[in-house]
């Protein structure tokens, strides 16, 4: 058996983290989306914040993540502005977007987080595959790990308003850096 402090293998096992708290790196955690308008991709970032519990058994595990919806970065003051207005994420009456697993369940091909994603007040059930990458630990203490995710959201939780420039979908991409909570 392979044993890296907090990442637990056995022989023929992909890698898990250990049982405890984790939380989430805010100044290296991000959610990042495109979505196409007018045959250009536009990207953004929004940065994350929260706590990961594992438990044993795994798929008791839970993970609470927010981002304030005011930080939307895209590289533009003015696409910034439109998107944290009341036209689409409206930041000022909803400041956060969050996310609350239900479970944690290894599949063939990983991980999945099952869950609830909350925009503008209103959950939307949430599948996200999972990939765990283990970073390099310092003596005495466990590695920072990153566990990155993709999906698509339907633009119409963001915004009711009827664009039709804007796709019919927005991938999101999440990359969640934890440290020990110790």
Do not use: Y
Request: aromatic fraction near 6%; proline fraction near 7%; charge should be neutral.
């Amino acid at each position: 058996m392979t044993t890296t402090p907090g990442i637990q293998l056995k022989p023929d096992e992909r890698q898990r983290l250990a049982a405890g708290r984790w939380r989430v790196d805010a100044a290296q955690s991000h959610a990042w989306f495109a979505a196409p308008v007018i045959g250009r991709l536009i990207r953004g970032r929004l940065p994350l914040s929260g706590e990961v519990l594992i438990t044993d058994p795994v798929g008791n595990s839970s993970a609470w993540l927010t981002a304030a919806t005011s930080a939307v970065s895209t590289g533009s003051p003015e696409l910034d502005e439109l998107l944290t207005g009341p036209g689409f994420l409206d930041a000022a009456a909803f400041p956060e977007i969050s996310f609350r697993s239900d479970a944690l369940a290894r599949v063939p091909t990983g991980w999945r987080a099952l869950g609830r994603l909350q925009v503008k007040g209103t959950e939307h059930e949430l599948a996200c595959q999972l990939a765990l990458h283990v970073g390099d630990s310092r003596p005495g203490q466990l590695p920072s790990v990153t566990i990155a995710s993709s999906w698509v959201i339907d633009p119409e939780w963001v915004t009711r308003h009827r664009i039709a420039a804007l796709g019919h979908r927005v991938m999101m991409t999440c990359s969640c850096v934890l440290q020990p909570d110790c």
